[in-house]
């Protein structure tokens, strides 16, 4: 009978379902990266929600602006700096004679163009948006 003696399992051959230190190692680092990725998507998202917000509220002060400026009288040409209700955020009212002629050819008198410039700086760029309309010298009736 042949007996074969029994060696010990040296521990290459010994592997038995568990992780070793650099498995753990490179999936620590894995979801490092995952989390810093996403972290910094939400942060980029948030800063375009709150830009995004602040414009609007710029662009519904410039429509109020804009309707207060073309109700005002006489309208006379030229560019005025507004008072602003919004900080950081500078207006400007401009206008300015509108030269347009009927469908005889003859010119049509007492148009004005009115804008209402808003000004920001949003990170390191300058932003701007304008309304603007068309009215007539004479006061509107409602």
Same mark, same amino acid.
């Given at each position: 009978?042949? @007996?074969?003696?029994?060696?010990?399992?040296?521990? +290459?051959?010994?592997?038995?379902?568990?992780?070793?230190?650099? *498995?753990?190692?490179?999936?620590?680092?894995?979801?490092?990266? /995952?989390?810093?990725?996403? +972290?910094?998507?939400?942060? %980029?998202?948030? =800063?375009?929600?709150?830009?995004?917000?602040?414009?609007?509220?710029?662009?519904?002060?410039?429509?109020?602006?804009?309707? *207060?400026? #073309?109700?005002?009288?006489? %309208?006379?040409?030229?560019? *005025?700096?507004?008072?602003?209700? %919004?900080? =950081?955020?500078?207006? !400007?009212? @401009?206008?300015?004679?509108?030269?347009?002629?009927? #469908?005889?050819?003859?010119?049509?008198?007492?148009?004005?163009?009115? /804008?209402?410039?808003?000004?920001? #700086?949003?990170?390191?760029?300058? #932003?701007? !948006?304008?309304? *603007?309309?068309?009215?007539?010298?004479? @006061?509107?009736?409602?």
């Amino acid at each position: 009978m042949n @007996v074969f003696p029994l060696r010990p399992r040296s521990r +290459a051959n010994c592997r038995e379902g568990g992780f070793t230190l650099l *498995e753990a190692i490179l999936a620590c680092a894995v979801f490092s990266v /995952a989390a810093i990725s996403l +972290a910094h998507s939400l942060q %980029l998202l948030g =800063d375009i929600v709150t830009n995004v917000r602040r414009e609007e509220e710029i662009v519904r002060t410039l429509r109020t602006m804009l309707e *207060e400026q #073309r109700f005002l009288r006489p %309208l006379r040409p030229g560019e *005025e700096e507004l008072e602003s209700p %919004l900080p =950081d955020v500078s207006f !400007r009212t @401009v206008v300015s004679e509108f030269e347009a002629q009927n #469908r005889d050819g003859q010119p049509i008198t007492g148009l004005y163009r009115v /804008a209402v410039v808003a000004r920001w #700086r949003e990170g390191s760029q300058t #932003r701007e !948006r304008i309304a *603007e309309s068309l009215c007539n010298e004479e @006061v509107p009736q409602y």
